[in-house]
């Protein structure tokens, strides 16, 4: 019988070792995934603020804009998201130390226990264990008879509730089903009356667009028809004025003798003879004079220098015209390099600007991922104070388990005992403490197992004792 506890005793231990073992490699997962992400946040933060840096000086030409108040509020925001990504990292190095502080507890935990199984228990106490062992077994009957009643009343009660869970469960899928139904004929007839909408407004776009067409074509046709009158009385009036034309011409046509028309002519002629006798005659008196002036008597050579002359200032006038010429090319190709030099002035604003857009929506993007990330790190803050809070609440569930004596802890503490990160140690070495002494009582001879076998046993109720124990 005493190998058999010794076997329990030792499946205990070790069932508790694997928990413990368990919860250590947990708390170490967690804490190796807090540094892991801590450095992510760590280098992301050095990121931006190096981006941070480089941006400033594109932020302060967009100050003097219509922009200016809201990258200034910007700023205050990003400036507020830097401040609580830090009151984050300090709190979670906080977090992080205690979580090392409570592992080097637990292994100085595991320490204590591997020495207190290596002790053995004394030949002095191996009577009084086994009177104690038998008084524990009387107990634990008593305990073990009175919770198999409530748990028969629980389980009586579960039955009751979840026939009541089924009924309520088929009541639900009964309505589920004619919410489905209900639901389906309402989409139909949605569908219906949708369907009947665009037939009706395809019909009323089509007898409009029939319209329009129609009065089109008449406008078309009265425009034709204007066309067509004024193209006839136009022809109509081009026939008269060319028979009125034929009658003139027919009539001038015909020859008239009128000897006053005559004598006019004749002295017109004369006229004529004689200003032409006088314009060679002066041109006469010219070529004498250019003679005189130029020296020359011969007329075969002084047209000759003319013609020279004529030709050089044919040159020189063509010379000026090609000048001319390659000062407008020149004029428009000033004018073709002022308009590109305008076009690439106006083409590198608006690159700015889009970078500078570019770089403002960035910014607001990294802000955007900021806040989100802050909300990411206050969310897992959360649940790593929800996972300390449940560590502790299983601390303290332990430690009324094994009904512990919180006496040390009041002498200690002076006050109430309320578990803590800072008095967490206490509770632990505490529960180390009755852990040991439960393991070292369990020790039962023979008497015990005769005790355990006898089939007439009743067992014996002491109010007092589970009120003792409870307590």
């Given at each position: ?7 329990l ?80 990292q300090?709190?979670l ?53 009175v919770?198999n ?63 329009t067409k ?31 034309l034929?009658k ?24 004529q ?6 314009q ?7 070529i ?7 020296g ?24 000026v015209?090609?000048?001319s ?15 590109e ?10 690159k ?55 006496a040390?802890?009041?002498?200690v ?8 990160v ?18 070292s009582?369990?020790?039962?001879e ?26």
């Open positions: 019988m005493s190998d058999q506890l010794d076997q005793a030792t499946a205990e231990l070790q069932r508790l070792q694997r928990q413990h073992r368990s919860l250590q490699l947990d708390l170490r997962g967690l804490l190796e995934e807090k540094a892991k992400r801590l450095k992510k946040q760590n280098h992301m933060i050095n990121v931006l603020q190096l981006e941070h840096e480089k941006l400033k000086d594109e932020i302060r030409t967009l100050e003097g804009g219509t922009h200016a108040r809201k990258n200034t509020n910007k700023e205050k925001h990003l400036g507020t998201l830097q401040k609580q990504q830090t009151d984050l300090r709190v190095q906080g977090e992080r130390t205690n979580l090392w502080e409570l592992e080097g507890h637990i292994r100085k935990m595991e320490k204590e226990i591997d020495a207190l199984r290596r002790n053995e228990v004394p030949d002095n106490c191996y009577k009084d264990t086994i009177c104690k062992v038998q008084k524990s077994v009387v107990k634990l009957e008593n305990r073990l008879d919770v009643k409530k748990c028969s009343d629980v389980l009586t009660e579960n039955s009751k509730m979840r026939d009541a869970i089924n009924h309520m469960l088929q009541d639900r899928a009964n309505f589920n089903d004619m919410w489905q139904s209900m639901v389906t004929q309402f989409n139909d007839g949605k569908k219906l009356i949708m369907d009947l909408i665009d037939q009706s407004t395809l019909a009323f776009d089509q007898r409009q667009e029939l319209c129609l009065s089109v074509l008449k406008d078309r046709n009265e425009n034709d028809k204007v066309m067509h009158i004024q193209e006839m009385r136009e022809m109509q009036r081009r026939l008269e004025h060319d028979a009125k034929q003139f011409f027919d009539i001038k046509g015909q020859k008239r003798m009128n000897p006053e028309l005559e004598q006019r002519e004749l002295d017109k002629k004369q006229n003879k004689e200003n032409y006798e006088r060679i005659f002066e041109y006469k008196e010219i004498e004079r250019i003679k005189q002036l130029y020359e008597d011969d007329t075969e050579r002084l047209v000759a220098q003319f013609k020279r002359q004529e030709d050089e200032n044919f040159a020189l006038f063509n010379y015209n090609e000048l010429h390659e000062v407008e090319v020149l004029n428009d190709t000033t004018q073709e390099l002022t308009d030099i305008e076009r690439q002035k106006s083409e590198q604003t608006e700015e600007l889009k970078l500078k857009t570019e770089a403002l929506d960035y910014l607001n993007d990294e802000m955007a991922r900021i806040e989100q990330l802050a909300k990411e790190t206050s969310e897992r803050k959360k649940n790593l104070s929800d996972r300390l809070q449940q560590l502790l609440k299983g601390i303290e569930d332990i430690f009324k388990v094994l009904a512990c004596d919180d040390p802890i009041l002498n503490l002076s006050s109430k005992t309320f578990l803590t800072h008095n967490v140690k206490l509770f632990i070495g505490v529960i180390e403490r009755r852990v040991n002494l439960i393991i009582t369990i020790n039962i023979d008497n015990s197992n005769r005790i355990l076998a006898r089939k007439d046993r009743v067992p014996k109720f002491n109010i007092r004792e589970s009120a003792k124990i409870k307590h």
